[in-house]
């Protein structure tokens, strides 16, 4: 029998009594969401950067757990949140964004906002090899039984423009310290389960009636634009898109991240200020920005 290895990694801020919920990505770790976390601590929210379930420890305890796992993760990490706080807000990054997606669906009457970065519904990113294009067909193969000790690695520049952020990060992910920069592959079984988890958040995106901040790169190397234009039309919420062009994947931790915490805490407070009648609210520009 093997022991779990997975370490404690999640984090939480405590401020005034609107609350935001940041949830990392697939195979990531809660340390992608903390420098935005600091941000909107700064500008009074109270933050929890939640630990999905598997994550922080090693590809086998990931292994152990699917979409559903990931998503109860969530939930109870909204609870948690919701015992401190009067309005909850909740932000994702890649299939964070997904599963932030995904409460707002399950919560309409709770999740007041939501903050979508680097959303990733398609791995079609010029990074991504053809391959690895066609992993939509995984939860079949895998369904199977075949392949469940493949993976597809990461590769440069691991969803990050900025050098010195990316020497930091790498280093870390390639030196086993998967609780500060997550795994360095993603295991074809656990794509399967994303794969799962966009199926079921995809056709249910007519439900989400929180006004979404869509975030996402020009020049994205792991999820395209198309990601974010997939929101756009199909949510029944008022959204607006913030295109940023010098980051890559992972804006929450590259160099434009002080404007990711920035549209961010001024969205909320927005929001906060239309109340619950969501259908009043009316971002300051429906246009993308870069």
């Known amino acids: ?13 405590r401020g005034g009594n609107s609350g935001v919920l940041l949830i990392h990505g697939l195979t990531g770790t809660p340390a992608e969401m903390r420098f935005v976390g600091k941000g909107l601590h700064r500008a009074g929210y ?3 950067g939640m630990q999905l379930a598997g994550h922080c420890g090693t590809e086998a305890d990931l292994l152990k757990t699917g979409w559903r796992d990931w998503r109860r993760s969530v939930s109870e990490a909204a609870d948690k949140l919701l ?8 932000a994702g990054l890649s299939m964070g964004s997904v599963l932030a997606l995904q409460l707002a669906i399950d919560r309409p009457h709770q999740v007041e906002a939501l903050g979508l970065y680097g959303s990733t519904f398609f ?3 010029w990074t991504i090899p053809k391959m690895a294009r066609l992993s939509f067909m995984l939860p079949f193969v895998c369904g199977l039984g075949l392949f469940k000790r493949r993976r597809f690695m990461e590769s ?13 990060i790498a280093g870390a992910m390639f030196d086993g310290q998967s609780e500060m920069a ?3 592959g993603n295991p074809w079984p656990s794509l399967a389960e994303f794969h799962k988890l966009v199926w079921n958040v995809r056709p249910r995106l007519h439900k989400v009636r929180a006004p979404c901040l869509i975030m996402h790169s020009a020049d994205d190397d792991i999820a395209s634009v198309r990601n974010a234009q997939l929101i756009e ?8 898109t913030v295109l940023l062009t010098d980051s890559y994947h992972m804006i929450t ?15 909320f407070a927005r929001a906060l200020a239309a109340g619950r009648e969501r259908e009043t609210f009316a971002p300051a520009s429906a246009a993308r920005v870069a």
Not at 1 to 13: G, N, P, R
Not at 253 to 267: K, P
């Open 1 to 13: 029998m093997t022991h779990s290895m997975i370490k404690q990694a999640d984090f939480l801020l």
């Open 46 to 48: 109270t933050v929890y």
């Open 83 to 90: 015992a401190q706080v009067d309005h909850l807000f909740v």
């Open 123 to 125: 791995y079609d990113g």
């Open 156 to 168: 440069f520049p691991y969803g990050i423009k900025d050098e010195r952020v990316r020497q930091r």
């Open 182 to 184: 997550g795994l360095p």
């Open 233 to 240: 039309r199909h949510v029944s919420a008022p959204t607006e």
């Open 253 to 267: 931790v590259d160099g434009e991240r002080d404007q990711v915490i920035a549209r961010s805490a001024d969205f």
